[in-house]
Structures are given as C-alpha cells and as structure tokens.
C-alpha cells in the first residue's frame, strides 16, 4: 500500500504517518521504485498509534507502550534509548504487551484526565457563576429610550475578580 492507501485505511492523516514515522514509532518501510510499501504489520502499527493517540497518549507514552509490544521498539526508538531495561522485559508469548506493565500506564493516564476533569469543572462551575451575575446585571439595568440596556454607571461591590 502506499502512504495515502494506508492512511485512509487506518483512518488517520498522511502528514499524522509521516510524523510517526520520523519519530520512529513505525517499522521501516521498505521502498519499491520511488514509493515506500506499508505491509499490513505497518497498518497495524499506524492503527495502534492512532488508538492510543485518540486514548489521549502523548508520543512518549506511546513509544514506552510500543516498547511493550513483543517486537519491541523500532531501532530508532532503542537507539534514542527511549525504552528502559525493565519496559523491554516481561512481555508474553500471546504477542500482547505485559498487563501489568499496560496496567501501569493507563492508571496512570486515567488519573491525569480525572484531574483534568475536576479542573474543567471548576472552570465550568466559574463560568455558571459569571453567567449568573451577567443575567441579574442584565435584568437589574434600565432600558434606554431605544430599547436597549443602559450600562450602570456604578458597579457597586463588584469587581473583575468577581468574574
């Protein structure tokens, strides 16, 4: 297949094939005249990728789980030194990473999107709370002759930081 071929078929970006192959986190593609082939083992890599990638992964996460995979890192990744000793050990014959190591790292993904999640609603709640005092200024203000709402003069106890 060719980049664009395998692209659509994993359903992401050519330029998204591209950078992960410039960081490494595909196997070498080998070249026939002046295309590079993607076999179906690049497919699946691409769709790993983009899968973990949608997880929320950033591209370091992403290349300690390929270190788990049991044909590990790309050479650039281990070259880089981007896999320790203890992520290339413990990986079964069934062809899946180690789940316990797998365990690890999606704990610990999952707690930072929860974190995450308690920041944006308290920005939420924030944002309700100055939606609620625009609401009471709004009904608290006098038409002016033309219809629309005069602006107060005085503000009265409020200030930004009330926003």
């Not at 789980?65 to 050990?89: D, V, W």
């Not at 797998?102 to 995450?116: P, T, W, Y």
Request: charged share 30%.
């Amino acid at each position: 297949m060719k980049i664009g071929e395998v692209a659509a078929r994993a359903g992401v970006t050519v330029k998204a094939v591209r950078h992960w192959e410039a960081e490494g986190l595909l196997p070498e593609v080998p070249r026939r005249g002046a295309y590079r082939r993607f076999g179906s083992d690049h497919l699946s890599r691409i769709r790993l990728v983009a899968h973990c990638r949608e997880q929320g992964f950033s591209l370091p996460e992403v290349r300690q789980i390929l270190c788990l995979l049991p044909e590990g890192p790309q050479p650039k990744a281990r070259a880089q030194g981007n896999c320790s000793a203890t992520e290339s050990r413990g990986i079964p014959e069934s062809g899946c990473p180690d789940p316990v190591a797998m365990k690890a790292l999606v704990a610990s993904r999952l707690s930072q999107v929860r974190a995450r999640i308690r920041d944006l609603e308290e920005v939420a709640a924030r944002l309700e709370a100055t939606c609620d005092y625009l609401d009471q200024r709004v009904v608290d203000s006098p038409p002016r002759g033309d219809g629309s709402l005069e602006p107060e003069v005085n503000d009265g106890p409020h200030r930004h930081s009330d926003f």
